[in-house]
């Protein structure tokens, strides 16, 4: 292992990681259409074209990656964590480790005739090597998601506390609805590959999933940040699509662990599921869902976030691909 061994995994960590089973794919319970609204940018035809030139040591090339945001191309090597009110964030991430600039790409900004731009997340190895210095080779998944992510990207440790998650929020909507498309690799099994050794064999489809989770939030003197979780809806799909336009998936509140349609994936988030989030004195911390709360208690904050792969961090099929569009919420 050379000095530099550590910086692509310090890039792919960060995505969420959920427990296994399989949904049906379409929620034919979802409630009739109502009031809509858009998330903020969230018909994806606006994107910040980011072109970031990498460090000598690993080839010097100028990278583009996207965020999604108002319209801008940035030529410099700076952080993103947000512009212009965008309140999304992805997978595509600059890290800078002890000097070296690198970057990652599985978030694509991608054309939809007639409908503008969409977004494509690609699952992908990531390969960086220099002779005699890197031979790394990780899987990487694409994933967009109300937050930030906390650039630039300086270590390999504690890879959940890059993400910023969700978003300040009181309503209380029926479901989330977007426009979607799947590709899956084809395999039957997933790989882990870390970028240390060799890769592993996963048992289990590869599935690209949407996770839209209410929280009820406080923060004790301490800084710690504590949430009961209000409404939940995580739906993984299990099938090659084309375009599937205005798919409504339900939100259901309380505590839902005696439902039919309950999965151990759809609960209360702990060890490597667990989200943080910046506490009230800038420390990012772990946001610990403590219980179930109330059907008819109000929430504080939302997290919406859309994976190509649904493993969590260097888990995942490469090829598996997920297109989302016009995401919007049903009141």
Not at 194 to 203: L, N
């Amino acid at each position: 292992m050379t000095k530099y061994s550590f910086i692509l995994p310090a890039l792919f960590a960060a995505t969420a990681c959920m427990a296994e089973n399989f949904p049906t794919d379409y929620d034919t319970n979802a409630p009739d259409q109502g009031h809509v609204e858009y998330v903020k940018f969230g018909n994806f035809d606006q994107w910040i074209t980011r072109n970031i030139k990498e460090s000598g040591i690993i080839g010097g090339k100028t990278k583009t990656i996207y965020a999604i945001g108002p319209t801008a191309t940035w030529n410099e090597n700076k952080p993103y964590l947000g512009a212009g009110g965008s309140p999304w964030a992805t997978s595509n991430v600059m890290a800078h480790v002890k000097g070296i600039y690198k970057t990652n790409l599985s978030v694509y900004r991608e054309a939809r005739p007639g409908h503008g731009y969409c977004a494509k997340l690609y699952t992908h190895l990531e390969e960086c090597k220099v002779l005699g210095l890197i031979n790394i080779k990780v899987l990487a998944a694409g994933s967009i998601f109300l937050g930030q992510m906390m650039e630039p990207i300086t270590s390999a440790s504690d890879p959940m506390k890059k993400l910023n998650c969700g978003l300040k929020f009181t309503k209380k909507p029926k479901a989330i609805c977007f426009d979607y498309k799947v590709q899956l690799s084809g395999q039957p099994s997933r790989i882990k590959q870390t970028g240390f050794g060799g890769s592993s064999k996963v048992a289990g489809m590869d599935m690209p999933d949407c996770i839209v989770f209410l929280q009820k939030r406080w923060e004790d003197a301490k800084g710690n940040i504590f949430a009961k979780r209000v409404g939940t809806m995580v739906h993984r799909f299990t099938k090659n699509t084309g375009w599937v336009n205005n798919a409504q998936f339900t939100i259901h509140y309380g505590d839902i662990t005696g439902k039919s349609f309950y999965y151990s994936y759809m609960g209360l988030t702990k060890g490597d599921n667990v989200r943080h989030a910046k506490n009230s004195k800038g420390k990012m911390v772990p946001i610990q869902e403590v219980g179930w709360a109330d059907a008819d208690e109000t929430p504080t904050h939302l997290i919406i976030q859309f994976d190509s792969s649904h493993g969590g961090a260097y888990i995942g099929s490469v090829g598996n691909t997920f297109w989302v569009d016009n995401v919007r919420l049903v009141y």
